[in-house]
């Protein structure tokens, strides 16, 4: 019952973030029920069907090849959804230890760790990605990975500012006078406790990489045809006349900006509600 009314109260004050997050919700429903849930197989091929509009039949319209464009679009969701959380996951987990840990031991290592940190901050995250993926080839791990790897920089930052607060709590204190080891005090006093604006970067990033995930397919780079994924959706549109058929850029493009707008605003209503400094806004 305290959960249902947490939820209540914040859609009362953020209701854009809970309309991002009841969108969110209903995306990774979609994604987990495309099996069940699409009214057609994605990759059978029907060319009696070629670019057929929006109808009844086909509510999304069909490709080049009469492919449902509703079922591509439903299982693209997947892709992109799990590219996006994977990446965040992975990239979340390796920056707050290294973060965390740069922060507790300091001296050489925490050096070091910021000025890679720099290093990496200096380069446009998209060109990281793109070299990364053109160095280890186009699949769903390497893409997932090189996202991963242009996202952890920032949780690197976040959590060793937070950690560098912690460390100088009473409880952290006391348990260094004790002689507890490193790795518990990492692990159950100073970790937990700088996650709270780790979470808030992470919901935010999860848009970052969806986009980033649709572009690298848009440019051949990501998801290989015949896989659904909206960037090769949008890459193949691309390609035919738009007079012909502008659903099959229409319906991605929406589904790619309404899933992005989503995690953005539920991110910064998110940061809103936990962050400390602006509960008094």
Known sequence: MSILSGILRF?????????????????????????????????THNPSASYEPPSWKY??????FGRDQLSRIIYGSRVSLFVGFASVI?????GVV?????????????????????TMMGFPGLVVVLVMVVALGPSLLNVTLAIAFNY???????SRSSAL??????????????????????????????LAPVFVLATQQLGAAIVIVASLSFLGL????PTPSWGNMLQSAAKTNMELAPWLSIFPGVALALLTF???VFGDALRDVLDPRMRGT
């Open 11 to 43: 859609a009362r004050r953020k209701p854009l973030g809970a309309f991002g997050g009841a969108v969110v919700i209903f995306m990774i429903t979609i994604a987990v029920l495309a099996p069940v849930i699409v009214p057609a197989d994605p990759y």
């Open 59 to 64: 509510l999304a319209g069909t490709d080049v």
């Open 90 to 94: 992975i990239g979340t987990t390796v």
């Open 98 to 118: 290294i973060g965390v840990t740069s922060a507790y031991v300091g001296g050489k290592f925490d050096l070091v760790v910021q000025r890679f940190i720099d």
């Open 152 to 158: 952890f920089d920032k949780v690197i930052r976040l």
């Open 165 to 194: 607060s912690v460390k100088e709590e009473p409880y952290v204190l006391a348990a260094v006078a004790i002689g507890a080891r490193t790795w518990r005090i990492l692990t159950r006093y100073m970790i937990p406790n700088c």
């Open 222 to 225: 990501g998801v290989q045809p």
């Open 262 to 264: 989503s995690f953005a």
